[in-house]
Structures are given as C-alpha cells and as structure tokens.
C-alpha cells in the first residue's frame, strides 16, 4: 500500500483505537472517532457515558506523549484485509484555537458532534511515522 491510499483509508475511517502509555509504562489501547488534518489526528472526549471527562489517555499524555492510532479493516476474504497505523507525540488541547477547529472538524466528520459538540478536551497526535499494511 502506498502512502496516498493510507492516508485516504486513515481519513475514511469511521472508527480508530488510540494507544498511549500509562505511568508504569503499561499499554492503554481504547477505540476512538477521530479526524485526519494535514499531520495531525484529533479525537475529542465527547458526551458518550463515561463516569469522568478526566479520561485515562489524558493522564497518560501528560506523563508520556508516546502514542499510536489504528484504523484497520477485516474480512473473511484475507485478500482484502490491511491496517493504517500512525505514530507520534500527542497532546492535550484543553481550550483555544486549536481545540475549536479540531472539534468543528470533528463535526464535519460526525453527525453526532453536530448535535452534541465534545464538552471535554482534544487529543492531538502529531504523526511522525506511517505503518502500514499490506
């Protein structure tokens, strides 16, 4: 796969899994509605039930900015499987510039934002390496 059809199945995907690092350096991997611009994947803590908008992925970027996003696609036909992984630092976006064009991106993806725009922070990982396969 070349990196121009990885990054157009990247930004098509409806569904990520996001993994970063917790503090005693154990993998944390959760599944993510995200946008791609430019170098930069965002993903918001939106309004899904949860019991916290502290998540765990945002205690383990500030303590370690190493994180990956996983798009991938199955099917029982394995000629057709494959899997996008990008890698890089992430942050935390509490407010700001930043933190409002990446939820109107967000919403441009998802209808669901449109009617409930994210009330907690962005999460931005800045892409320094494409993985992919096949």
């Known amino acids: 796969m070349d990196r121009a059809t990885a990054r157009q199945r990247l930004a098509d995907a409806r569904v990520g899994h996001l993994a ?3 503090a005693d350096v154990r993998p944390h991997i959760v599944p993510c509605c995200f946008v ?7 993903s918001a803590v939106d309004a899904k039930p949860k019991s916290t908008l502290d998540l765990r992925r945002l205690q383990n970027l500030k303590t370690n900015a ?6 991938d696609h199955y099917d029982e036909d394995w000629k057709t499987l494959w899997w996008v992984r990008v ?3 992430g942050r935390v976006i509490e407010e700001g510039d930043e933190h409002e064009s990446a939820l109107g991106l967000l919403a441009a993806k998802y209808e669901q934002y449109r009617d409930m725009p994210p009330p907690g ?9 494409w993985r992919m396969w096949p």
């Open 36 to 42: 791609l611009h430019a170098r930069t994947v965002y």
């Open 87 to 89: 890698d890089g630092p």
């Open 20 to 22: 970063t690092v917790t």
């Open 121 to 129: 922070p962005v999460v931005a990982l800045d892409i320094e390496h």
């Open 66 to 71: 190493s994180c990956s996003l996983l798009v």
